[in-house]
């Protein structure tokens, strides 16, 4: 019996390298169609748990703040939550009208807030876990690319807010990735070295050390870095 309510409440996060799942829903920017209205951009897919909480205030605040640097990577931005549409507006226009955190305050939210009452998109993408909770969407967000592959997912329980800044760094790391056919290392920031993919031969490895150069430095056969000049 035990066994067969663990797997009646397991929830199937999608998993990176796999399509995101499809869906249509409303939102407080009109009816979205996803993917077929994001084709060609990336897209971060969050969740909140719940409209008229301070930690998603914050949150919401934050977002719409960074909005523009976002859309100058190519990427939008659709948040989610289990509310009502119309408790979303109401929430919206009062972090517009009194909101105040930080530096920011009168910040307008201007992309798209899922209304998903019958949590449709949330369980399609694991967003409602019942250890946290029955009823809320934990603080998800999904790294879509212009693919609709999942490209990343970082998972954050109800108590605490996320890190923008590192949204936004592991956006454009993969974006470097993707671009130059390499990797970055631990803490990367755009402008430091990027790491160049390890040989795949013995021969290659002695030849990766030996060319080393202005174009690249080697630390060791496996281990080489360069410089990307924009």
């Not at 019996?1 to 009109?30: C, D, H, W, Y």
């Not at 719940?50 to 977002?63: G, H, I, N, R, S």
């Not at 603080?139 to 990343?152: G, L, W």
């Not at 150069?213 to 924009?230: A, I, M, N, S, T």
Request: some cysteine; proline content about 7%; aromatic content about 10%.
């Amino acid at each position: 019996m035990e066994q067969n309510e663990n797997t009646e409440n397991a929830v199937r996060i999608p998993l990176i390298g796999e399509k995101a799942p499809s869906f249509k829903a409303a939102t407080t920017q009109g009816p979205i169609n996803f993917p077929d209205d994001y084709k060609g951009k990336w897209v971060i897919l969050f969740s909140h748990p719940a409209d008229f909480t301070p930690v998603c205030t914050t949150e919401f605040m934050t977002f719409a703040k960074m909005e523009d640097e976002f859309k100058a990577l190519n990427t939008e931005l659709i948040g989610l939550s289990i509310d009502s549409h119309y408790s979303h507006i109401a929430w919206l226009r009062t972090i517009k009208e009194k909101g105040k955190f930080r530096d920011m305050q009168n910040m307008e939210v201007k992309f798209p807030v899922i209304a998903d009452l019958k949590m449709d998109v949330a369980k399609a993408f694991g967003m409602v876990q019942p250890g946290a909770s029955d009823t809320q969407a934990v603080r998800a967000v999904f790294f879509i690319d212009p693919e609709s592959k999942i490209r990343a997912l970082v998972y954050y329980p109800l108590s605490n807010g996320r890190n923008f800044q590192e949204i936004k760094r592991l956006l454009m790391a993969m974006q470097t990735s993707d671009k130059h056919g390499v990797a970055t290392p631990a803490d990367w920031v755009p402008g430091e070295e990027v790491i160049v993919p390890p040989p795949g031969s013995c021969g290659q490895a002695k030849d990766r050390v030996d060319n080393a150069g202005e174009k690249y430095r080697c630390v060791d056969w496996f281990l080489c870095f360069k410089d990307l000049k924009e």
